[in-house]
């Protein structure tokens, strides 16, 4: 017999196997996933890289290498990174990570002790949520206005109750699309700065805006380390990949360096070095044009799509970018209840995307992993479904 797990330990079931049960559903029409198109990874010219760098390289290549990550590709991933506005990133206060969730997870295993303080968005990603809900924190929820997260809101938290840990989407956020404003960005760094807590900036999206121009990132902001961005290869390359990135002070560095051996103790230096040679051998820019190009014409589609059939009692996010459209419906009908009443279409409803009010009526779409017949189709059956529970309430 087992001893007991930790106190610590849920033994609930994951919602992030919820979520992928939901999104592998093939019986119905699936918005639930977060998936980028499979049909659009670079497949070829991946499988050419890594070819042609296990025969090119040093038995080394399949070796123990460094915590931080293959620096090459560490130099490559600071370079662009430069785009954001952060003058003074290098290779040294970059550190790859098993995907940004790893990242996640590190910070909060090195700040989090049970019963801190963690301010999260509400809604936000349930990845983060269940990453800092291991640590039994105790949360704070500010809410998403139409420009980002409310910081009236969150000022007023942050100067009533000790935080350590702000989290963050700045750019086309998960769940809601919604990107927050320049003024917003340098504001909430002050506030970090005046109230000595850290922001963990998790930017997955930022290179899949389809209009408008790119925001300056919250940490080309951070004068004094109070904010770590965390970004991905998943969105633009290939979730399997698994590789995300930390940017941060070194002195934070240091301690995740530390932190991580003791855990995976390096990310794959196989993989990394595969998409060092990918990177060379390649024009990534070139890649995320193409894929936003299709993404932003199946954004488009879904935005007409719920236009033309939702009820007027709906309302919905209009992103410029990402992977997501966030729809509100009346005050008084249960996402979930939807969802379980035999959907002909999956989706990710609110409940669970609230830390702590787990607002009921709003729903999370994802776009880009379906085509644009499905898109029209699913919306068409989402939209007869909700009219349909709508009058059973009033019935």
Not at 114 to 124: A, F, K, R, T
Not at 381 to 387: E, F, M, P
Request: aromatic share 8%; proline share 5%; glycine share 6%.
């Amino acid at each position: 017999m087992l001893p007991k797990v930790s106190q610590r330990i849920s033994q609930d079931p994951s919602a992030m196997d919820e979520l992928l049960e939901l999104s592998n559903n093939e019986q119905v029409i699936s918005f639930a996933a977060g998936y980028p198109a499979q049909e659009l990874f670079p497949k070829e010219q991946l499988e050419h890289a890594f070819v042609h760098r296990s025969q090119n390289s040093a038995p080394d290549l399949y070796q123990y290498a460094s915590v931080d990550g293959y620096a090459p590709l560490r130099q490559k991933i600071a370079h662009s990174i430069l785009q954001t506005g952060i003058s003074d990133v290098d290779e040294s206060n970059l550190f790859l990570t098993q995907g940004a969730q790893q990242g996640i997870s590190l910070l909060a295993d090195l700040f989090l002790d049970v019963g801190d303080g963690v301010v999260v968005e509400g809604p936000s990603y349930i990845g983060a949520l269940q990453a800092f809900e291991s640590r039994k924190p105790t949360f704070y929820e500010m809410q998403m206005k139409n420009d980002g997260p409310d910081l009236a809101q969150l000022e007023e938290i942050v100067s009533q109750h000790p935080v350590k840990l702000v989290y963050t989407i700045p750019t086309f956020q998960n769940p809601t699309g919604v990107c927050m404003s320049a003024k917003k960005r340098q504001r909430i760094v002050e506030l970090a700065q005046k109230y000595n807590f850290l922001i963990i900036e998790d930017d997955p999206y930022r290179e899949l805006r389809y209009r408008g121009k790119s925001l300056p990132s919250i940490k080309s902001f951070d004068q004094t380390g109070n904010v770590v961005m965390l970004g991905s290869f998943s969105k633009i390359l290939s979730p399997a990949l698994r590789v995300g990135w930390m940017v941060a002070d070194q002195s934070l560095l240091s301690l995740v360096n530390g932190l991580r051996s003791a855990t995976d103790f390096q990310p794959s230096n196989v993989v990394l070095q595969m998409i060092d040679q990918y990177l060379q051998e390649n024009d990534l820019q070139e890649h995320i044009e193409k894929i936003c190009d299709v993404y932003s014409k199946r954004n488009e589609a879904m935005q007409t799509a719920l236009g033309k059939y939702l009820p007027q009692s709906c309302s919905f996010s209009k992103p410029d970018g990402g992977f997501f459209i966030w729809v509100t419906l009346p005050q008084n009908l249960s996402a979930k209840k939807l969802l379980q009443n035999n959907s002909p279409v999956t989706f990710i409803e609110s409940s669970q995307l609230y830390e702590t009010s787990h607002q009921i009526n709003q729903m999370r779409l994802n776009f880009t992993g379906v085509t644009e017949g499905q898109i029209n189709e699913g919306c068409r059956l989402l939209a007869d479904s909700i009219k349909k529970a709508s009058l059973a309430l009033t019935a």
